[in-house]
């Protein structure tokens, strides 16, 4: 229990201090990091006639090909193009260096079962399932061939379940995006490439856990299954695995970039209005009722139409108390459940403005990946929707 604790400490330190700051991105999709798992001294899985390092290298060079020749407004990054050995992470850092807008991980799968097959698309999360956990253990040990491994990831040991556990606690803040892009890999590799589907799956990966932008780790087929050996190492299996990813990755582009787009169309229609002068009031609880509140900890404050605005600073899979040594002694706190995961909050602010002098203070006292949320009766928006109906109300009191 104590080396849990110990574990714990060590890792959400170096997760509070070790997350970069947010580019200011618009939410387009112009820059995307394709990395090829292992390299150099460290073969990754090895199959009876192929070695990983050799097929994802291949297959990444190709993905980065189709992207570049299908979109002039996308820069494609490479964690490598050779055969070398670069430490885990080196390559979060290319991505994160470049303010990148995607990181897509390429691996391939091994099973002591030589019947297993089959195509799977990571996320970083809290594993369900043993098998999760050991391929998240497999691809981790990647870090075994650096030197100082354990100084490097402050202790963190990829043999031990309680680092495996505590690490995947802490969720990349792009959640959302990171599941759209996997899902969208997987109905391709099924649909277009006639791979079978193991499905979407999350598990603790250190190549995606300190990323600053959305990210998965693609397994593209198990090399100790004979048959899919065969077909990772054909020129066609090759180009038909690249051809599905660059597909994934067409249609997320498509979404993310008209999606943006509104959100800009929506921010200068803003802009363009006139501005009045707010008046905020408590809001009365019996006037609006709130029918099956999500929140697990609701705040007091409010304003006369119910929209609010929180910085979150945490997001956990596992519920943690709000004085936890981590949140270090923040007065404020509050959490709410969403999507499946613990969201960590200060302040309940009637203006964006007050709610950004509050991130500032986050920002300042570490929490640099904190930012605004925003809440109309206690359910979380987008903080364009929260803009226009604030908006709205200025003209129409
Ligand atoms: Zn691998």
């Known amino acids: ?22 580019a200011d991105r618009h939410g387009f999709v112009r820059k995307v990091v394709i990395d090829p798992g292992h390299g ?7 199959g009876l006639l192929a070695k990983e390092k050799d097929i994802v290298l291949a297959i990444s060079l190709k993905l980065g090909e189709y992207i570049e020749q299908n979109f002039d407004d996308v820069e494609v990054i490479y964690t490598r193009t050779t055969d070398e050995f670069i430490e885990l992470r080196n390559r979060t850092q290319i ?15 091994a099973s002591p079962s030589r019947r297993a097959f089959g195509t799977e698309t990571f996320v970083m999360g809290l594993h369900r399932s043993k098998e999760n ?29 309680e680092a495996n556990i505590m690490f995947s606690m802490f969720q990349n803040h792009y959640l959302n995006q990171s599941l759209t892009m996997a899902s969208l890999v997987q109905d391709q590799f099924r649909d277009r490439a006639g791979r079978h589907d193991r499905g979407v799956k999350q598990a603790g990966f250190l190549v995606l856990y300190n990323i600053a932008m959305p990210g998965i780790l693609v397994e593209a087929g198990f090399l100790s299954n004979d048959q899919e050996e065969k077909y990772l190492i054909s020129e066609t299996g090759q180009a038909h695995i690249a051809s599905a990813i660059f597909r994934a990755f067409r249609d997320y582009k498509t979404y993310q970039d008209n999606l943006a787009r509104q959100q800009l169309a929506s921010a200068n229609s803003n802009n363009n209005k006139p501005k009045a002068v707010e008046t905020t009031q408590p809001a009365s609880s019996q006037a609006n009722p709130t029918p099956t509140p999500p929140l697990v900890n609701k705040p007091e404050k409010g304003n006369a139409h119910d929209i609010t605005f929180r910085v979150q600073f945490a997001t956990t899979s596992v519920e943690r108390p709000i004085d936890a040594p981590e949140f270090k002694g923040m007065k404020g706190i509050s959490f709410y459940f969403h999507e499946g995961m613990f969201k960590y909050t200060v302040g309940n602010e009637s203006t964006l403005e007050e709610a950004t002098l509050i991130q500032q203070k986050l920002h300042q006292n570490g929490f640099r990946d904190a930012f605004v949320v925003a809440f109309k009766n206690n359910e979380r928006i987008a903080p364009a929707e929260a803009m226009r109906i604030l908006n709205q109300n200025r003209q129409n009191p």
């Open 40 to 46: 150099g001294r460290d073969p990754g899985a090895i």
């Open 95 to 109: 991505a994160n260096d470049n303010k990148a807008d995607l990181f897509i991980s390429v691996h391939c799968n």
């Open 133 to 161: 956990l050991a391929v998240a253990k497999k691809e981790n040990a990647s870090i075994l061939y650096e030197d100082d491994y354990l100084e490097t990831y402050d202790g963190y040991d990829p043999n031990s379940p």
């Open 1 to 22: 229990m104590k080396r849990k604790i110990i574990i714990f400490g060590i890792l959400s330190v170096f997760l509070l201090y070790a997350l970069p700051l947010h």
